[in-house]
């Protein structure tokens, strides 16, 4: 039983003509249509004694190159001036040229088929629920969070006998700006006057400051809805 294989490794003659001239080490403008004809004919002849399924395009190249090799062992007809005819080696060369381009442009877009394919994307979400009041008047500057903070220094003040907590270490700015911004991640805004909520004189200074840092750092974002009303701080 005879087995019937495909050449599967060439994607046309083109691609068989350029695999032979690249074995031959010959630039494509030198090649020698006699010698590329018979290499040709010897891989199509091989591919034959192995029971290999030739389609009919490598004939058809097959053909030609017997044409061009018999029409140049032929003795060539002479040519009027204004008369022009076309050299077959020349056309030949311009395909396998033509042919050679878009072989690596193909190559360089499967290259980039595969460096796409490492790119994973999800669908756009809902972000609505974490946008900022665009309503909100974002004209506040220092003098009107100081003013803020005397203000509830005044209703403490008002107050007393304040209710204080004894502080078991000493805050620093680092520490109470990411509990700041860890609180407006978890809530997006606060109310000013609720992150006083240890009444001692330290923790009141070093949470005002830290105020300051994220404000000038871009961290976070103070509003005022209405004048008079709350101060609000908002995540970024």
Do not use: W
């Not at 803020?148 to 003040?157: H, K, S």
């Amino acid at each position: 039983m005879d087995y019937c294989f495909t050449i599967d490794k060439f994607s046309g003659p083109l691609d068989l003509l350029l695999h032979l001239i690249k074995q031959s080490n010959i630039d494509i403008y030198d090649i020698k249509i006699e010698e590329i004809t018979n290499q040709y004919l010897d891989y199509i002849q091989k591919m034959e004694d192995l029971n290999l399924n030739i389609a009919s395009s490598y004939l058809v190249m097959a053909a030609e190159l017997i044409e061009m090799k018999a029409s140049m062992l032929l003795p060539k007809p002479e040519i009027e001036d204004d008369e022009y005819e076309e050299d077959p080696k020349q056309r030949l060369i311009q395909r396998l040229i033509e042919y050679q381009n878009y072989k690596e442009i193909t190559s360089k877009f499967h290259e980039l088929e595969l460096d796409r394919q490492q790119y994973y994307t999800k669908r756009s979400s809902d972000i609505s629920e974490y946008q900022i009041n665009p309503n909100l008047s974002t004209d506040i500057d220092i003098n009107d969070l100081l003013k803020a903070f005397e203000q509830f220094l005044n209703r403490q003040e008002a107050n007393k006998p304040l209710s204080t907590k004894i502080a078991t270490k000493e805050y620093s700015i680092t520490e109470r700006s990411k509990e700041i911004k860890d609180l407006l991640k978890k809530n997006k805004k606060i109310v000013f006057t609720d992150l006083f909520d240890i009444k001692t004189k330290s923790y009141i200074i070093v949470t005002f400051l830290s105020i300051l840092v994220l404000a000038k750092n871009n961290e976070l974002q103070i509003v005022q809805e209405n004048n008079f009303e709350n101060i609000l701080l908002c995540e970024v």
